[in-house]
């Protein structure tokens, strides 16, 4: 469903990577949209797609991978099939994006304020004394303490910590209208985890940016997201409010993965899984993709593939909640 | 970074000490320095005169120093080929090993590094392909071979440029240099073009594989997705990056050029150290060998330090060290 | 053993080297080169040792396609009336052996040295270490040059086998450093496996653990490391053998047929010095073509 007003519009997206022993398919009609300032979370485990998503959408996948077919829309312009130059000028200006290591994402050779000054200069032309003062400020936005002095170090010189907040600068510098975050948490510390994630909130709430966030983390989805993403095997399974979606997930595997996660008040011998794995690019079964482990599986799970459909509040892929499945009933 | 250079300091100390060991034991025991000097008709009494008058009879920790301080000061004795000291045949021909040395790894340099930043950066198509296979040339085929081809096709076929010597030279007191004449250069081009071109292709295929790696970093990830232009990231951040390990091997070829000129100098009979050395081989001329080694060793050393401090003055990182954070 | 084959040629080494016209062709050159000189006798129309069958009056003839050339003598003949074509195979075989006399050596010694460094590890580590360091700061040629040039001093009248041994022992000892470097690092990761640990508390002893875990997982850098080496060690021996202080005289590698044509090169007669060379360029350029697709071939990250 696309609106008017949707920021960022993904349609029937398919990623698809040609191999020596076939193309595999890594997203396979996957759809969804964004609306301006709003904060969609992606989770899934490892393989579901969610960071090939990201990339499709900053438009730097990694060759051989290719938008086999399928529409990215930002703004209601098609961005997908962008010459590199016109693209290079959307990133970073338009769309900003949040890798997970932030040890490796500064250049070491370079000064925090040197990449910054950069970025800043390339997008918004402003001159060398403007631009180092916005720098300045973007750092000190980000909670950096002495930041007047901390520009001109370098990137070594500042905690895991610190170095995200960074990274969060650079890529809010040119104020751009969505950050692409992937899995901006996993490499730091669990105690920093909840500092940065709240920034990230606060900073791109008062630029009114608004934020892809792709973990697997579903408690850093539960305290950030406006709306969440369920993706798995490469499709979207379901997608709705976070609440909805938390509280009554509409699919069996969103329902698997809320079970999994054990409650503070509880008293457990052994914990909640989902019994399988999740199946490999190669080796997707025909119907609905999770039917094999699904406890509520039926004849039709298994031979056709279900689209997005309309439950209470959210959408599911899942024959379960089709209206001929309820006749049936 | 006071510690860092103390520390290496010593360490350079102590290999020259191991390479004057080795060259010491070259003098003593190989070939018999008296035998060499006086010939073997000498009397047996002029034999133990000799050995007292050269220290020989003292003991072995006193010779190694008396070696050693001798060695110090340049005197490594006679040439016993050429009967004169072995510092003034050595300080005759410096000038021009360095001079080759340094022209070729300019060349070297010149060419290689911008090479292999376009085969990197063009990686896929055809002049990038070839230059990797004209590389693969270059490693395959010997030095001398290419000396003796360029021989054949300027020297000999096209008449261009000589095939020998060093032509003209100018003297300043004990340097000398052909840079400064029109013959000296001729003469020098074909020679430097043969030393550089195996150095070439090792610093283009080292460029071209570090700028591979650095282009699939992280950091450079960041940069596209900051939107940054194809020029800042090649050239502002990916060049920088790869240089920096280029720079550490980059010096320690420069003293392997040094090297390499035995065959370069042998092939164009370039009058310098290399030719001297190669002719104390084929004739077992200890003192030169020993001699050669020695100052090699200082060389590789030197130019290993000012490498390490050059490494140190560029990686902010390694400034770092020993630094709380 | 039969298992092996059958996953090598299964894999992707074997399915990368098909689809590589480069590969193929460098190999059957490769190939075709050991055969020649493997098989001289054989396969040589002449014998260019055989004083005999010399005749002077054929001597400095050009090759067949030239004018004054003979087709006895397909790439003509040098000074004394010896068939260029025939003392290529004989060169080329001497160059072989020795080039890859020196490799088994190098590695024998590399390897050796870096399993010992990685797996005993604390000052002996340190040692060795500390001696590649040294001599890799050095170049090769000067440490095959040093040592053959003691070599000689020490027994100025050595017979034959004692210069060759000289020589490979001089190419082996420039050329050992790489191995042992590549060796111990893997060593090292794989020591600190838990399965290595878990061995060592049984009580396997330390010596099968590295042969059994170790060397496997090391087979493939050293592998394409030594094909690398024949090359260099080949050009190694050539460049020593022309600077007259290789191979000796009354067994003619490569490098002393080029150094001999060498002298003849201002007279007009190429033939002599170019045939020689380019078998030589030959031989390296298909081997170290090899050596390169091995290393992408077995680089896991490229595939």
Known sequence: ?329 | MFVFILRRLVQALIVMLAVAFIAFMLFQYVGDPVSNMLGQDATPEQRAELRRQLGLDAAFPVQFAHFVANAVQGDFGLSLRQGRQVSSLIVERFPATLELSLVAALIALGAGIPLGVYAALRRGRFGAQLLMMLSLLGVSLPTFLIGILLILVFAVLLKWLPSFGRGDVVAFGPWTTGLLTADGLRHLLLPAVTLAVFQLTLIMRLVRAEMLEVLRTDYIKFARARGLSDRAIYFGHALKNTLVPVITITGLQLGSLIAFSIITETVFQWPGMGLLFIQAVQFADIPVMAAYLCLISLIFVTINLAVDLLYFSVDPRLRAEGKAH | MAGMFTRFFDGDVWHSFRSSPVAIAAALIAVACLFCACFAEWVAPHNPFDLASLELMDARLPPAWVEGGSGKYLLGTDDQGRDILSALMYGARISLLVGFASVLLSMVLGVGLGLLAGFVGGRVDAFIMRVCDVMLSFPSILIALLIDGVGRALYPNAHDVLAFLVLILAISLSGWVQYARTVRGSTLVERNREYVQAARVIGVRPLRIMRRHVLPNVLGPVLVLATLQVAAAIITEATLSFLGVGVPPTSPSLGTLIRVGNDFLFSGEWWITIWPSAMLVLIALSVNLLGDWLRDALNPRLR
């Not at chain 1, 099939?81 to 040890?103: K, S, V």
């Not at chain 1, 402003?126 to 002495?146: D, H, N, S, V």
């Open chain 1, 1 to 329: 469903m696309s609106s008017p007003t949707s920021l960022l519009e993904v349609r029937h997206l398919r990623v698809e990577f040609p191999t020596r022993r076939g193309t595999l398919l890594a997203l396979d009609d996957v759809s969804f949209d964004i609306a301006p300032g709003e904060i969609l979370g992606v989770v899934g485990e490892s393989g579901a797609g969610k960071s090939l998503t990201g990339a499709a959408i900053i438009g730097l996948l990694d060759p051989p991978g290719r938008i086999a077919s399928g529409e990215i829309l930002l703004d209601g312009r098609r961005i997908d099939n962008l010459p590199y130059e016109q693209m290079r000028r959307i990133r970073g200006r338009q769309i900003g994006a949040i890798f997970q290591d932030p040890l490796t994402s500064l250049n070491p050779l370079y000064t925090v304020g040197r990449q910054l000054v950069e970025t800043i200069t390339t997008h918004l032309g402003l001159g060398a004394a403007q631009a180092r003062r916005r720098a300045i400020e973007l750092l000190e936005e980000t909670g950096i303490p002495a930041a007047g002095q901390r520009i001109d170090q370098y990137p070594h010189q500042f905690s895991g910590g610190m170095r995200q907040r960074v990274v969060i600068a650079l890529a809010l510098a040119a104020n751009p209208k969505l950050i692409v975050a992937d899995e901006p948490t996993t490499a730091l510390d669990v105690s920093i985890q909840a500092q940065i994630i709240s920034l990230l909130k606060r900073v791109c709430r008062e630029q009114g940016a608004a934020v892809m966030l792709v973990t697997h983390d579903m408690g850093v989805i539960a305290e950030t997201c406006d709306r969440v993403a369920v993706m798995y095997a490469g499709r979207l399974a379901e997608v709705g409010p976070v609440a909805e979606v938390i509280h009554r997930p509409a699919h069996p595997y969103t329902a698997g993965l809320m079970g999994s996660i054990p409650a503070m008040d509880e008293d457990r011998e052994r914990l909640l899984q989902i019994d399988g794995s999740m199946p490999r690019l190669n080796a997707v079964p025909p119907g609905c993709a999770y039917n094999p482990r699904c406890p509520k599986v039926f004849d039709r799970c298994r031979v056709e593939r279900p689209d997005l459909m309309e439950v209470e509040g959210t959408r599911a892929a899942c024959w379960l909640h089709s209206v001929q499945t309820e006749l049936v009933r």
